[in-house]
């Protein structure tokens, strides 16, 4: 059975683009029955939300932000949960906006109390 996401803290292990989601980016991620939501904010993004589904170790989801310069955005993203030797959560993302032009790839780990 795949971990549960439910009440894990992950963050980018890298900067995307200015106005993007970065570093200081937190989630924090909810799963029930196959759906998954997060909330998250930091760096550029002052509130986001994303939800979706989860089918064994592929999320399939929606986000939208809201970023400091006062702008929103919105993208499809779909992920890979890989389980790290220490135990971690990765998310290994293939992204796309839909509400700009744009689209990538991004990876995001579970924070440890002492990473916060």
């Known amino acids: 059975m795949p971990r549960s996401l439910d009440g894990l803290v992950l963050a980018p292990v890298a900067d995307q683009a200015p106005g993007q989601v970065g570093t200081r980016t937190r989630f924090t991620y909810h799963e029930q029955g196959g759906e998954i939501w997060a909330e998250y904010a930091g760096g550029d993004v002052v509130r986001g939300h994303l939800v979706g589904t989860r089918s064994g170790d592929r999320l399939d989801f929606r986000y939208v932000q809201l970023k400091n310069d006062g702008t929103t955005s919105s993208g499809h993203c779909v992920s890979a949960v890989v389980e790290l030797p220490d135990g971690r959560v990765r998310l290994e993302e293939s992204w796309q906006w839909e509400s700009q032009s744009g689209s990538g790839?991004?990876?995001?780990?579970?924070?440890?109390?002492?990473?916060?």
């Not at 991004?106 to 109390?113: G, K, P």
């Open 105 to 116: 790839t991004s990876v995001v780990e579970q924070v440890t109390e002492h990473d916060s």
